[in-house]
């Protein structure tokens, strides 16, 4: 039975950092100390907010409530109406996205808009059942993309009716890559409450079969091959040289080890090792920005050239190549130098967690992925359902609906939906099951070539590449676009029921009736 290695998501390892926060209801100042990839300082500042979100949208048995975290800035606001920017909080604690989404701060002034981070449900301080929120399958059940969604669209009409000055704010929702899918059907599901949308880096159309399962790795191998001669390939023999070692004890020693582990590594670990080294190569894709970044580890400028300056002889013995391969992986885990060992439970931080992700991707969020071995550098996998289903059942006690959502969000059906800009990255593997061609003049797709995941949401740089400068000026343009139909529409509404009015009677069937203006 095949084993299959569920995809790490933009963050797989970014999950709930603490299990148990005290959960105050009154505005925390606070300052996001930052450091942009040009080396200046940044500082984000924005309030910590909290709001009272029912545990269950869509039943009436359930009548509990929980804090649903978010943060506010509103430095550069219009307080008469000015726009909102909205960013859909994904798979983890929301202050590390707000770090990590430049770009919305950088905005701000020029569209005098309001910044609205908001965290979902199961992750960061956003727990429905506190400590206990991931204690069993009752307390789990409402963890769901679609009650995440309700959970937004709830906080907004909040805002807009508390703040001073919100009533009229025109909202656009941003995300990137889960956080983009979901301000994509959060446009779809809700259009009464967001005017627009940019997913960024949201494989939308990686379920079911609507993408070819082979094409996330074949972007994977893609990038290393052109990253330097004889890279792909001694990945891709590095399988071999695993296998062959980790058969006598002796070569379960020398990998322990050649790759500096922090635990001896056993027979029984050895498909768990070859996972965490296919991770990340993944990761580093997903990460081969041009300039020095710290998003998921310290890495330099473009780390997949630098990682592939160990890996230039592919026909290496096997323990030698071995001795390349962990040098390649140690600009990943230890480009600091501060690394004393390797914990191949760990692809990120080491204060994250994945286990929401997990979930996740065991209910709903169901994403095949498969190598041939041939095509990739990667070990062949074929995507096997049955096998993925059992390893569910057996880590969460449940079954995955692998046809859900493109039932719920209409997989490609969805030219009936509107003003939603989809960014995908060249480089980045999740563009494999991204839109990446226009639908409509108002579903627009943006492709980056030399971006990795999510580029164009991230500070500017110096070091960006034209594309991803184009980019973020075209997105702007649609926001503004949006943003003054929003503005414009109320009043079409009142001059075309003024008129209407000042015909006669004969002419105008609405004169004897009474009418309601639409509610902005």
């Not at 005098?112 to 956003?126: I, K, N, Q, T």
């Not at 891709?236 to 070569?251: H, Q, R, V």
């Not at 500096?260 to 056993?266: G, M, R, W, Y």
């Not at 579903?443 to 990795?452: D, F, K, R, Y």
């Amino acid at each position: 039975m095949a084993v299959h290695v569920k995809l790490p998501f933009t963050v797989i390892t970014i999950a709930t950092a603490a299990l148990a926060l005290a959960l105050g209801s009154s505005p925390q100042p606070r300052t996001l100390a930052a450091r942009s990839d040009s080396g200046r300082p940044v500082r984000f500042d924005y309030e910590t907010r909290y709001y009272r979100q029912k545990i269950d949208h869509f039943g009436f048995a359930e009548d509990a409530t929980f804090n649903q975290r978010y943060l506010i800035a509103d430095k550069h606001w219009n307080h008469n109406g000015g726009p909102i920017l909205f960013y859909t909080g994904n798979e983890g604690d929301i202050t590390w996205f707000c770090n990590n989404t430049g770009f919305m701060w950088e905005i701000s002034k020029e569209l005098e808009a309001m910044l609205v981070f908001a965290e979902h449900r199961y992750y960061g301080e956003s727990l429905p059942f506190g400590s206990k929120s991931f204690s069993n399958l009752k307390n789990l059940n409402y963890f769901t993309s679609e009650q995440a969604l309700a959970d937004f669209a709830v906080l907004i009409r909040n805002l807009k009716q508390t703040i001073p000055g919100a009533r009229t704010s025109p909202v656009i929702a941003v995300g990137g890559s889960y956080g983009g899918m979901l301000a994509a059907w959060f446009r779809m599901k809700y259009p009464n409450i967001v005017v627009g949308a940019l997913a960024a880096s949201a494989p939308i159309w990686l379920f079911e079969n609507l993408s070819p399962c082979e094409g996330f790795y074949n972007i994977v191998t893609n990038d290393f091959l052109k990253s330097g001669k004889g890279c792909s390939e001694s990945i891709k023999n590095s399988w071999d040289a695993i296998n062959k070692l980790s058969s006598t004890a002796e070569g379960l020693t020398f990998l322990s080890h050649t790759f500096h582990l922090c635990s001896p590594l056993q027979a029984t670990d050895v498909v768990f090792f070859k996972s965490w080294l296919s991770n990340t190569w993944v990761n580093l894709a997903m990460v081969d920005y041009p300039y020095k970044a710290n998003f998921l580890q310290p890495l330099p400028a473009w780390p997949i050239k630098v990682v592939c300056t160990f890996l230039k002889n592919p026909s290496l013995p096997a323990e030698s190549l071995l001795q390349n391969i962990f040098k390649a992986v140690n600009i990943y885990y230890n480009y600091t130098g501060n690394v004393a060992c390797l914990n191949i439970s760990q692809t990120a931080t080491s204060s994250l967690d994945d286990r929401g992700w997990d979930y996740q991707t065991c209910t709903e969020m169901v994403m095949p992925s498969c190598s041939d071995g041939i095509n990739d550098m990667f070990e062949p996998m074929p995507w096997d359902l049955q096998s993925y289903s059992d390893n569910c059942k057996k880590d969460w006690g449940l079954l995955p609906r692998p046809q859900w959502m493109t039932t719920v969000y209409g997989g490609k059906n969805i030219s009936s939906h509107s003003n939603i800009v989809f960014s995908n990255g060249g480089l980045d593997p999740w563009a494999s099951g991204g839109v990446t061609k226009s639908i409509s003049d108002t579903l627009i797709a943006i492709l980056i070539p030399e971006g990795a995941h999510h580029l164009d949401l991230r500070l500017s740089n110096k070091e960006d590449p034209v594309s991803v400068q184009k980019a973020r000026t075209l997105e702007v343009k649609y926001f503004k676009k949006w943003i003054e139909q929003a503005k414009t529409e109320p009043v079409l509404w009142i001059q075309m029921l003024i008129q209407m009015e000042n015909k006669s009677p004969s002419s105008n069937p609405w004169s004897t009736h009474c009418y309601i203006l639409p509610m902005f």
